[in-house]
């Protein structure tokens, strides 16, 4: 199995994910931390933070959409709604 590379992430763009992050929390509630981690690039720790609204900049954190700031692609977000979507299937 080839290892992925991670995605690099210029300096002035990651003041941006925790903007993501907290949109992607607000539009896709069931969402676990670790896919939205994977998904924009950041810790797990701070999603789940975001999520408890107890981030250390909560106040300063606006929620933007991650695919308009190139944090992750279109087809990538869909993959794990998809994941998220069958996952619910399979507890019902």
Do not use: F
Request: aromatic letters at 6%; glycine letters at 2%; one cysteine or more.
């Amino acid at each position: 199995m080839a290892k992925t590379k991670k995605k690099y992430t210029p300096v002035a763009r990651r003041r941006d994910k925790p903007d993501a992050a907290y949109w992607l929390i607000l539009n896709y509630p069931k969402m676990t931390d670790k896919q939205i981690a994977k998904l924009i690039g950041t810790t797990t720790d701070t999603v789940s933070s975001i999520r408890n609204k107890d981030h250390w900049n909560m106040p300063n954190i606006i929620p933007k959409d991650p695919i308009l700031y190139n944090l992750c692609k279109l087809s990538e977000l869909d993959e794990v709604l998809m994941k998220c979507e069958m996952s619910e299937i399979k507890k019902q």
